[in-house]
């Protein structure tokens, strides 16, 4: 693998995780309705499931995947699911849950960021990632599968930063139009249902 390969793939993965889906959409809310704290723990959060996906991917568990259908389908199916719990109550509930927030105590950063993790694990875009992508650059170096992971968790927080910037931006509007968190919770199930349509056809 020649050196210029890595700047190829720090363009790919810079490429798919600037595509909007589940991760980017939880630390848009995150910021959102919490803060900078808590848009921080998703971000982390996010950052950690995505090293988790890279080991999956160097170990190799990601043609298992590709071999299995069944269990895509499942791992699939479970990220949809959980994305559709997260935005469903801001769709139903937003405005309460805005005013709830902006008088109660704030939600654990320790829980937002597991729930980032979640989030990140429960990914289809991640796991079509990891069996498309990401096998024509693995070697047997460990110095390049670190490079890598380096460069994912890179293109992780740069992106998703910018993201989590532009939400605290725009929070004192959300703030003051509670119906916003509507929209995000549309926004979060929308997500949803496009990853789960996404990741089914890959596999057709």
Request: glycine residues 12%; charged residues 10%; positive net charge.
């Amino acid at each position: 693998m020649e050196p210029n390969s890595l700047w190829i793939y720090a363009l790919l993965v810079a490429g798919i995780i600037a595509l909007p889906g589940m991760d980017m959409a939880f630390v848009a809310a995150s910021g959102l309705a919490g803060g900078a704290r808590q848009g921080a723990a998703a971000l982390a959060g996010i950052v950690a499931g995505g090293a988790v996906h890279m080991a999956v991917g160097l170990l190799g568990l990601g043609l298992l995947l590709q071999a299995s259908p069944w269990l895509f389908n499942a791992v699939l199916l479970g990220g949809a699911l959980y994305m559709a719990w997260l935005g469903w109550p801001l769709l139903r509930h937003g405005p309460a849950l805005v005013a709830e927030g902006a008088g109660g105590p704030a939600e654990s950063v320790w829980r937002t960021a597991l729930r980032g993790l979640l989030t990140c694990l429960l990914n289809p875009k991640a796991y079509v990632f990891c069996v498309t992508v990401l096998p024509a650059y693995l070697t047997r170096e460990p110095l390049r599968a670190l490079a890598l992971a380096g460069i994912t968790a890179s293109a992780q927080l740069l992106l998703y930063g910018l993201v989590l910037w532009a939400a605290l931006r725009g929070r004192q509007r959300f703030a003051a139009s509670p119906w916003l968190a509507r929209a995000v919770g549309l926004l979060l199930l929308t997500t949803a249902l496009l990853a789960l349509g996404q990741g089914w056809r890959s596999l057709t």
